[in-house]
């Protein structure tokens, strides 16, 4: 038995798969044995991976939104223009901060 080995080949793509509820199975023994001992279903991981999954999910919501206010603030007038402006920062920061967090592209 070995452990997986990540920089060799990505144990994501050849002995593990993560499951919606945030668990990770193995797929081959290699993963089975990595899962096990360096205890990959540990709680904190498995709920790591479900709000990372859901940040993924809602990228291109927060994205397109981020492009909706920026229209918006264009046909504002000053007062209206100011709040959308600071708005769509915050969720530029946001988005931003949660990409860099999980390693999103």
């Not at 793509?13 to 089975?32: M, N, Y």
Request: glycine share 4%; with cysteine; proline share 5%.
């Amino acid at each position: 038995m070995r452990f997986a080995d990540p920089c060799v080949a990505d144990p994501y793509i050849h002995d593990l798969v993560e499951e919606p509820d945030g668990s990770v199975t193995g797929t081959t023994p290699t993963g089975v044995y990595t899962a096990a001992h360096i205890r990959l279903h540990r709680e904190d991981l498995k709920r790591w991976r479900r709000l990372r999954a859901q940040a993924v999910s809602d990228m291109p919501v927060f994205s397109a939104l981020v492009g909706s206010l920026e229209q918006l603030s264009s046909l504002a007038r000053n007062a209206e223009r100011e709040e959308l402006e600071a708005r769509t920062y915050a969720l530029r920061q946001y988005v931003s901060e949660t990409k860099r967090r999980f390693g999103i592209d």
